[in-house]
């Protein structure tokens, strides 16, 4: 069975940094592309980020573009996102995601929130 579970969230002012890491397990992590999504309160779900298998490609929102960075480790069945220069508006639960056999496999979710 996927599992994943998201660590590294909490309270941040503006302008600060934090470093989430979503660690998988049940599955082959190393064959495996990797998100990073986002909900707001009262909002929809969004992607933030997405790495391939391998780590050599990346994808960011419009968003986070220069202030985010997805990565991975693959010996440790991690993914991690450093979140740099925060705004209130990156306020949300973010969640890890993946996709093996056809079926979608989400974490828990971990708060962060950024005070002006």
């Known amino acids: 069975q996927v599992q994943l579970v998201e660590s590294g969230g909490g309270l941040v002012q503006a302008g600060g940094s934090l470093r989430l890491s979503c660690t998988a397990s049940?599955?082959?992590?190393?064959?495996?592309?990797m998100d990073w999504y986002r909900q707001a309160p009262g909002k929809q779900r969004d992607l933030v980020a997405r790495i391939n298998s391998g780590g050599g490609a990346t994808n960011y929102a419009d968003s986070v573009t220069g202030r985010f960075t997805i990565s991975r480790d693959n010996a440790k069945n991690t993914v991690y996102l450093q979140m740099n220069n925060l705004r209130p508006e990156d306020t949300a639960v973010y969640f890890c995601q993946t996709t093996v056999g056809g079926r979608d496999y989400w974490g828990q979710g971990t708060q962060v929130t950024v005070s002006s």
């Open positions: 049940g599955m082959s992590f190393r064959f495996y592309a």
